[in-house]
């Protein structure tokens, strides 16, 4: 085994030690050197293909880590995620290349649930068109809508789902959740009710998303999923984009059956230009930023650079997903 020393790392996760200058310095004191995607912006599998071929290591944003950038990679040993999605890393490549995956497991989770927060806030009372007005000289009287008495559906009530759960506790609304694992604990505690995914669908005025993007949920959103919601419901996804199927979104939008969504995910990101979603002033679209805190930052910074140096080293990763 190479000694630790002598190893090259390529760090494309384009926030790693922006909250944090230690993260640098704490790798570039153990290996021999480091490469920083300067790009702004996620990787794509050629631009990979260049960059990997001598680096023993890589902490990884959201780049295409397909096969062809694996097989360019022959010293590669450990991809470790700097994040808790791993859908863009082709995990049967690495395991043919016998290169080690790890991710970054309840890192961002608070994070992620305070911009949740913050959305379903938005949508119910309507702050950015009043700011934008306001600052025309108008002095509009928008009708808001409570949270309080309003029953909040999660899908997905994992590490993330609980942490909006909390959070949602303390405006005396109803909480609902669907999960495929129901921690009966969490709920007692937090006051939260698992119910069958239609029922949620039917009685909740938000529904909220807080799945993994893996195959069996791609497209989990469809025009069957979206004709269930309450009339006048609104959708809030902090999860992935290949959860909601965009064209049936659009469609129940423009029919009035949904009142809005705010979206922080998309199917392609980013989206293209001419995406309907982009210009409907009842959705409120963010730019997949729910991780970028802080504190998610420094947490996913320090356990993506603790992986990717145990694996090197020779020791067991903590988060291994292949």
Not at 178 to 196: C, L, M, R, T, W
């Amino acid at each position: 085994m190479k000694p630790l020393a002598e190893c090259r790392v390529l760090v494309t996760a384009t926030s790693y030690a922006s909250q944090d200058d230690q993260l640098r310095t704490a790798l570039e004191g153990k290996v021999g050197q480091v490469v920083y995607n300067t790009t702004g912006k996620p990787l794509i599998s050629s631009q990979l293909q260049e960059l990997l071929p001598a680096m023993d290591g890589m902490i990884a944003g959201l780049d295409e880590i397909d096969a062809d950038a694996l097989a360019s990679a022959p010293e590669l040993k450990v991809v470790a995620r700097y994040g808790v999605g791993y859908n863009n890393v082709d995990l049967e490549a690495a395991r043919l290349h016998q290169v080690i995956v790890t991710n970054t497991p309840g890192a961002n989770g608070k994070s992620v649930a305070e911009l949740t927060i913050a959305l379903i806030l938005n949508l119910l009372r309507p702050v950015i068109p009043a700011v934008q007005q306001t600052r025309e000289g108008e002095w509009p009287r928008f009708k808001g809508i409570s949270l309080q008495g309003k029953t909040v559906g999660l899908v997905g009530c994992g590490a993330i789902g609980q942490e909006t759960a909390c959070r949602l506790a303390g405006f005396d609304c109803e909480i609902l959740a669907y999960d495929i694992v129901e921690d009966k604990n969490f709920a007692s505690e937090q006051g939260v009710h698992y119910v069958p995914l239609e029922e949620l669908l039917t009685k909740s005025d938000l529904v909220s998303l807080h799945l993994p993007g893996i195959p069996e949920t791609a497209g989990l959103v469809n025009k069957e999923f979206l004709s269930k919601m309450k009339p006048g419901s609104y959708l809030v996804n902090t999860a992935r984009g290949e959860l909601v199927d965009e064209s049936a979104l659009i469609s129940t939008l423009r029919s009035g059956h949904l009142r809005g969504a705010a979206l922080d995910v998309f199917q392609q990101e980013p989206p293209e230009l001419d995406n309907p979603l982009l210009k409907m002033d009842q959705v409120i679209v963010t730019p997949h930023m729910g991780a970028h805190s802080d504190s998610a930052t420094n947490a996913m910074g320090w356990m993506a650079l603790g992986e990717c140096l145990a694996v090197l080293q020779g020791e067991k990763p903590k988060y291994r997903v292949a």
